[in-house]
């Protein structure tokens, strides 16, 4: 493996995973747990600050730009402990005074105080996953908040957060056109300032995948779908930066623009993935999943469940995993600057996906085109 050359670092973000779930829904993939009991909010943060402490080393001398409370459900934390976790990690490493603090929550458990003060302890980011307006929809999902709760927790997120995402599901189960337009609509009523917009689909290991639901809309239809709600979206003001983002007046999620741009992300908590560049690798983390374990091998420096260094021959592949989302695309010197490889290294590929549509290619510019945008997957093979 040879190793690399980066003149420069890349930005770096924190993430930090909160693993509890009220309950899990059935298309969820993610590392969440449904809550048995009662909520160790002590014994977790405490667990965060140190695995902080730990990870420091390898972040000697950075500063944060962006920080994303994610899971999991966050909003299951009081503001107390979200308090807590954010000036703890202010007294142990530099934030950016313009960091972007943005806090994941769902509308089953948005507290009216909890929302405030999650906003006193430095959060200036709501996420809300509301998923959808429509009851029946709601429940087929599996989630635990009505169409009526959503617009309360909306209300109450919007009179303490100016800048809040809405996260919207397309592609349910019996999910007519008409009505994938209605949930956009009411999404864009509240006058979010963020609207991320994802097509159901069915991920191993979930209960879906092993009980699929029935009436899932044809994949043309879900194509209809996709159209009809970057139209909706366009028409009020709601630019697509990314597969799935739209932001208005530019209010785009740096956090997930970081990834997108492969910046670098240390990752604390159960199952949080880092990956991390110096100047001769690059290295991904991966903690340990279960939340008990995680929080019993924290304590013995033991919570690093895989760790590796990503070889010079993954790296365009990664690279392009997340570049390509960009509707903008990216630089030929970010490629350089990012994986410590030259933009020669990639040509052949590159020109072989401009043959085929997928890309075009500019003046220090990589531009995916609609049908590079809608074949991701065909486009990313070519740099396997
Ligand atoms: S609330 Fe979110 S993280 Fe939790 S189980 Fe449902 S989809 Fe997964």
């Given at each position: 493996?040879?190793?690399?050359?980066l003149?420069?670092l890349?930005?770096?973000?924190?993430?930090?995973?909160?693993?509890?779930?009220?309950?899990?829904?059935?298309y969820?993939?993610?590392?969440?747990?449904g809550?048995?009991?009662?909520l160790?909010?002590q014994?977790?943060?405490?667990?965060l600050?140190?695995?902080l402490?730990?990870?420091?080393?390898?972040?000697?001398g950075?500063?944060i730009?962006?920080i994303?409370?994610?899971?999991?459900?966050?909003?299951?934390?009081?503001?107390?402990?979200?308090?807590?976790?954010?000036?703890?990690?202010?007294?142990?490493?530099?934030?950016s005074?313009?960091?972007?603090?943005?806090?994941?929550?769902?509308?089953?458990?948005?507290?009216?105080?909890y929302?405030?003060?999650?906003?006193?302890?430095?959060?200036?980011?709501?996420?809300?996953?509301?998923?959808?307006?429509n009851d029946?929809?709601?429940?087929?999902?599996?989630?635990?908040?009505?169409?009526?709760e959503?617009?309360k927790?909306?209300?109450?997120?919007?009179?303490?957060f100016?800048?809040?995402?809405l996260d919207?599901?397309?592609?349910?189960?019996?999910?007519?056109?008409?009505?994938?337009?209605?949930?956009?609509?009411h999404?864009?009523?509240a006058?979010?300032?963020h609207i991320?917009?994802?097509?159901?689909?069915?991920?191993?290991?979930?209960h879906?995948?092993?009980?699929i639901?029935?009436?899932m809309?044809?994949?043309?239809?879900?194509?209809?779908?996709?159209?009809?709600i970057?139209?909706?979206?366009?028409?009020?003001?709601?630019k697509?930066?990314?597969?799935?983002?739209?932001?208005?007046?530019?209010?785009?999620?740096?956090?997930?623009?970081?990834?997108?741009?492969?910046?670098?992300?240390?990752g604390?908590?159960?199952g949080?993935?880092?990956?991390?560049?110096?100047?001769?690798?690059?290295?991904?983390?991966?903690?340990?999943?279960?939340p008990?374990?995680?929080?019993?091998?924290?304590?013995v420096?033991?919570?690093?469940?895989?760790?590796?260094?990503?070889?010079?021959?993954?790296?365009?592949?990664?690279?392009?995993?997340?570049?390509?989302?960009?509707?903008n695309g990216?630089?030929?010197?970010?490629?350089?600057?990012?994986?410590?490889?030259?933009?020669?290294?990639?040509?052949?590929q590159?020109?072989?996906?401009?043959?085929?549509g997928?890309?075009?290619?500019?003046?220090?510019?990589?531009?995916?085109?609609?049908?590079?945008?809608?074949?991701l997957?065909?486009?990313?093979?070519?740099?396997?």
């Amino acid at each position: 493996m040879s190793s690399l050359n980066l003149t420069q670092l890349p930005p770096l973000s924190l993430y930090i995973h909160m693993p509890w779930c009220i309950k899990k829904c059935p298309y969820c993939d993610f590392n969440s747990h449904g809550l048995k009991g009662t909520l160790p909010e002590q014994e977790y943060i405490d667990s965060l600050i140190i695995d902080l402490e730990q990870s420091l080393p390898l972040v000697w001398g950075r500063s944060i730009q962006t920080i994303f409370i994610g899971g999991g459900t966050p909003s299951l934390f009081s503001g107390e402990a979200i308090d807590r976790l954010i000036s703890s990690i202010r007294s142990r490493i530099k934030i950016s005074p313009y960091a972007e603090i943005t806090l994941e929550a769902n509308p089953g458990t948005v507290e009216k105080h909890y929302i405030a003060e999650y906003a006193t302890a430095g959060v200036n980011r709501i996420s809300l996953g509301i998923q959808s307006f429509n009851d029946q929809h709601l429940k087929i999902l599996g989630r635990i908040h009505s169409a009526d709760e959503a617009c309360k927790a909306i209300e109450t997120v919007a009179n303490n957060f100016a800048n809040f995402n809405l996260d919207i599901i397309y592609g349910l189960p019996k999910q007519t056109i008409e009505q994938a337009i209605d949930d956009i609509q009411h999404a864009i009523n509240a006058k979010p300032t963020h609207i991320s917009a994802y097509n159901l689909t069915i991920e191993p290991n979930t209960h879906f995948a092993k009980f699929i639901p029935k009436h899932m809309p044809e994949d043309d239809v879900c194509y209809q779908m996709q159209d009809a709600i970057i139209n909706t979206l366009a028409s009020n003001g709601y630019k697509r930066y990314e597969i799935s983002a739209f932001a208005k007046n530019n209010l785009q999620s740096q956090h997930n623009r970081n990834y997108w741009e492969f910046g670098d992300y240390l990752g604390i908590g159960a199952g949080a993935h880092s990956k991390l560049s110096f100047h001769d690798r690059i290295i991904r983390q991966m903690r340990h999943k279960h939340p008990s374990q995680y929080m019993e091998r924290v304590k013995v420096q033991q919570h690093i469940d895989e760790d590796r260094i990503v070889t010079s021959q993954e790296l365009p592949f990664e690279f392009m995993m997340n570049a390509l989302r960009l509707c903008n695309g990216f630089t030929n010197t970010l490629f350089a600057q990012t994986t410590g490889q030259s933009f020669n290294s990639i040509l052949p590929q590159l020109l072989e996906a401009q043959e085929q549509g997928f890309i075009e290619l500019g003046y220090n510019k990589v531009t995916p085109t609609t049908k590079g945008c809608d074949f991701l997957n065909n486009l990313l093979e070519l740099f396997l």
